[in-house]
């Protein structure tokens, strides 16, 4: 259903990739007697699969995923109530990110989530909230390791040749380096560039698009004149034509 992420091979290893890794390390673990299914951060898959693709696609990988996991598990039926809303809250707290505090703040959301759906399901099953602190240790770690989802993304855009809406926060700072040359060698350009970002940032937020994408895009899309400046008539300031 996804034609346009099937057709392109970085795609599809990424997603084999997140979803080998977190069956394998799984499963090695507890096939020497670990209970890991509260301190593995699951919900790095969504979320990394979140930030580059969609949704939709990292929630349908992530059922497949825990539902591959939970034969490993000691409770796979808690397994699976605890991981798969998981990467819901996950997908819904990082619709776009483009600032650290997001991470942070979803891993927040995470560990309040896990203890909220752990302690409904103790009282479902024996009609008692029994929260121990062993357990809420591994929640709290697995909602720190998750925090290490923010240096990967930098990784794997490396890897696989994606960009994230970090990269485009980046790409359109007023510090970067090109950006200054062109405001340096050719200033109207540099301005004709910022309101053309300006427009088409608003008008990508009215009809729903990616308004990072389309400053940076904006920004960027003359910046070739900085090769000959007064070529073009914005650089001209009355001297010669």
Same mark, same amino acid.
């Given at each position: 259903f996804r034609?346009?992420?099937?057709?392109?091979?970085? =795609?599809?290893?990424? @997603?084999?990739?997140?979803?080998?890794?977190?069956?394998? @390390?799984?499963g090695f673990l507890s096939g020497r007697g670990y209970n890991v299914s509260f301190i593995i951060p699951y919900v790095v898959l969504? !979320?990394?699969?979140?930030?580059f693709t969609d949704s939709r696609l990292a929630m349908y990988v992530n059922i497949v995923t825990v539902l591959i996991i939970s034969f490993f598990a000691f409770n796979s039926q808690l397994? !699976?109530?605890?991981? /798969?809303?998981?990467?819901?809250?996950?997908?819904i707290s990082l619709y776009q990110m483009n600032k650290r505090i997001q991470i942070f703040r979803t891993s927040v959301y995470i560990f309040?989530?896990?203890?909220?759906?752990? %302690?409904? =399901?103790?009282?479902?099953? %024996?009609?008692?909230? *029994?929260?121990?602190?062993?357990?809420?240790?591994?929640?709290? @770690? $697995? $909602?720190?390791?998750?925090?290490? *989802?923010?240096?990967? /993304?930098?990784?794997?855009? #490396? *890897?696989f040749g994606f960009v994230s809406?970090? %990269?485009l926060l980046e790409l359109t700072?007023? +510090? +970067?380096?090109?950006?200054?040359?062109? $405001?340096? #060698?050719a200033p109207g350009t540099?301005?004709? %560039?910022?309101?053309?970002?300006?427009?088409?940032?608003?008008?990508?937020? #009215?009809i729903g698009g990616n308004a990072l994408l389309v400053r940076a895009g904006a920004l960027y899309h003359d910046i070739g004149k900085i090769v000959n400046p007064m070529f073009f008539t914005e650089n001209q300031s009355g001297g010669v034509n």
């Open positions: 034609k346009d992420y099937f057709r392109q091979l970085h =795609y599809v290893n990424l @997603i084999l990739l997140l979803m080998t890794f977190m069956v394998s @390390i799984t969504p !979320i990394m699969l979140r930030l397994f !699976i109530v605890l991981h /798969i809303p998981a990467a819901l809250v996950a997908c309040v989530f896990y203890l909220l759906m752990y %302690s409904g =399901y103790m009282f479902w099953q %024996s009609a008692t909230f *029994a929260l121990k602190p062993d357990v809420v240790l591994q929640f709290a @770690i $697995s $909602s720190v390791l998750l925090l290490l *989802a923010y240096p990967l /993304i930098y990784v794997v855009e #490396k *890897a809406d970090v %990269s700072d007023g +510090n +970067n380096e090109l950006l200054r040359e062109l $405001s340096d #060698k540099f301005q004709h %560039s910022m309101q053309v970002a300006n427009l088409g940032q608003e008008v990508a937020y #009215k």
